[in-house]
């Protein structure tokens, strides 16, 4: 089954794969919406899916790979696309397609990427697969500090100018409390001075 918002694509590619002696195309679709309902009616062994189904949405093709392995267990996705980007690589095999593959592949390959994806393997062509390596190894995205309600108050008075007994004296702590407030601030931030913390608060918009 061929999922791709532009006709034209749909056609070209039905009429490469239906060359093959062992390969049928038995339905298209151009958008989530149809392609469940086609899905109603008929089950393909493959589903090749563009994941850029509508201008307006850069999620409707991840939605629908996620849709049909919950939904469609049975019927294996291989996504077929422009857009080569790590994440995306990971997002749609967390989605639930068993193949990933760029548009301008050679027929062979994509020929024996639907034949491995139906004996339920996996398929991806070089680029796709070094995209998902580098994506699996890629740093996790960092965790912004969150600061108590009394440290976000030592803040602003911190960006203020105040000194540690200032700042007692303005909360109602002791001075000590507030360099133990104020400790715990240049922590969290990451860094080792006052005027430091100052700095990377305003940067990340905490002041």
């Known amino acids: 089954m061929l999922v791709d918002d532009h006709a034209i694509v749909r056609q070209g590619l039905r009429s490469v794969l239906e060359r093959e002696p062992d390969i049928t195309v038995v339905a298209e679709a151009s958008s989530r919406g149809e392609a469940l309902a086609v899905l109603e009616r008929v089950t393909p062994k493959v589903v090749l899916l563009d994941l850029k189904l509508s201008t307006s949405s850069d999620t409707e093709g991840l939605e629908l790979a996620h849709a049909i392995s919950t939904g469609h267990p049975s019927v294996a996705v291989l996504v077929l696309t422009t857009f080569l980007d790590e994440n995306l690589v990971l ?10 593959v760029v548009k301008d592949v050679d027929t062979a390959a994509l020929v024996r ?9 996996s398929a991806f062509d070089a680029r796709s ?27 602003q008075l911190l960006a203020r100018g105040l000194s540690n007994k200032e700042i007692g004296k303005r909360l109602y702590i002791s001075e000590t409390t507030a360099k133990f407030h104020v400790g715990n601030i240049l922590r969290k931030l990451g860094v080792s001075g006052r005027a430091e913390a100052v700095y990377e608060a305003t940067k990340r918009g905490m002041l």
């Open 129 to 155: 697969a070094a995209a998902m390596v580098r994506g699996m190894q890629a740093p996790p995205a960092p965790v912004e500090p969150t600061l108590s309600a009394r440290e976000d108050e030592v803040l």
């Open 113 to 121: 990427a639907i034949h491995d994806v139906s004996q339920g393997e």
């Open 91 to 100: 997002e749609a095999v967390r989605a639930g397609a068993k193949g990933y």
